[in-house]
């Protein structure tokens, strides 16, 4: 089974700024990644996908990125909406795997 | 824009099958895969199977290989998770989508299991 492990767990942040989340697999998934938000009792929301393709519908401010073993999910001017946890998840092969999350507090 | 409508909250005792109905208004599950992915209490997601739009399911998770199975009729989508453990207990997701990602989701449905 293919491993994503994400970092950091958790972090704080302020409305307005910019934040980075890694994902790293472990093995090399070419651009079989997808990010999730989840927001507190709710079901999860696909952002990305294919790495750096932004789901319709998505706002603008997040962008991902990488490639192989090393991905990124930025969010640039963090709204208030945008604290949640955010989930990585390789689509390289079954059984599908997530990462671990990482929460975005305030 | 699809809705997809899962049944309400079970609760089971060990050693017995759950059984979770996905129901999609508003579109159909016709032509995407649904996959199901579970969240245990506080803790992160987990992928358990998917179901093609052929209806041939795949589930290779080892922690639930011959336990789960998953069928589709019309426009419903059904998965059964047998011989609960309390480690079960968890909320229980279908997921519209392609073959590896889910751009839709239902709203949960808790299955709670104890002895």
């Known amino acids: 089974d293919i491993q994503m492990t994400q970092s950091p767990s958790s972090l704080s942040a302020s409305v307005g700024d910019r934040v980075t989340i890694t994902c790293r697999a472990s093995?090399?998934?070419?651009?079989?990644l997808n990010w999730y938000q989840q927001r507190p009792g709710k079901s999860p929301k696909l952002l990305i996908y294919?790495?750096?393709s932004l789901q319709r519908g998505v706002p603008s401010r997040f962008s991902g990125s990488g490639s192989g073993t090393y991905f990124t999910l930025s969010i640039n001017s963090l709204q208030p909406e945008d604290f949640a946890t955010y989930y990585c998840?390789?689509?390289?092969?079954?059984?599908?795997?997530f990462g671990g999350g990482t929460k975005v507090e305030i | 824009q699809v809705q997809l409508v899962q049944s309400g909250a079970e609760v089971k005792k060990t050693g017995a099958s759950a059984t979770v109905s996905c129901k999609a208004s508003?579109?159909?599950?016709?032509?995407?895969?649904v996959h199901w992915v579970r969240q245990a209490p506080g803790q992160g997601l987990e992928w358990m199977g998917l179901?093609?739009?052929?209806?041939?399911s795949t589930s290779d998770a080892q922690k639930f290989q011959g336990r789960v199975s998953m069928t589709r009729d019309t426009n419903t989508i059904y998965m059964e998770l047998s011989d609960l453990r309390s480690d079960d207990t968890a909320t229980y997701y279908c997921?519209?989508?392609?073959?590896?990602?889910?751009?839709?989701w239902g709203q949960g449905t808790v299955v709670s299991v104890s002895s």
């Open positions: 997921a519209r989508g392609g073959e590896g990602y889910f751009d839709s």
């Open positions: 508003g579109d159909t599950f016709s032509g995407y895969y």
């Open positions: 179901i093609n739009p052929s209806g041939v």
């Open positions: 093995q090399s998934i070419s651009l079989y």
């Open positions: 294919a790495a750096s």
């Open positions: 998840q390789q689509s390289y092969n079954t059984p599908l795997t």
